[in-house]
């Protein structure tokens, strides 16, 4: 059984920073890509960044150049660190691991709310 667990939103002010962690765990989970996901009140889910195994990382135009997500393979983690936030980046944010045996798997989601 794979588990997902993301840490880390909160409250905080435009401009301000947030860091956020997913832990993944599983028996023999070896997870090819780990992401992060967002969705706001009345919107679809929507891409926001993900890394590969290797270190290769994809970004939405919306917060290229804001954040940065990282992995540490080692403990099956990924982190996004969150810069210079804007009330539109708040929404509830999903950790999306991709691998085998499991295939693709999401955690509960945490919140995220940039007041301005």
């Known amino acids: 059984q794979v588990q997902v667990v993301e840490s880390g939103g909160g409250l905080v002010q435009a401009g301000g920073s947030l860091r956020l962690s997913c832990a993944a765990s599983?028996?023999?989970?070896?997870?090819?890509?780990m992401g992060w996901y967002r969705q706001a009140p009345g919107k679809l889910r929507e891409f926001v960044a993900d890394?590969?195994?290797?270190?290769?990382?994809n970004y939405a135009s919306a917060v290229k150049g804001r954040f940065t997500i990282s992995r540490d393979n080692a403990k099956n983690m990924v982190y996004l660190q969150m810069n210079s936030l804007k009330p539109e980046d708040t929404a509830v944010y999903y950790c999306?691991?991709?691998?085998?045996?499991?295939?693709?798997?999401w955690g509960q989601g945490t919140q995220v709310t940039v007041s301005s």
């Open positions: 599983g028996s023999n989970y070896i997870i090819t890509s």
């Open positions: 999306n691991c991709k691998g085998v045996p499991y295939g693709t798997t």
């Open positions: 890394i590969t195994r290797g270190g290769s990382t």
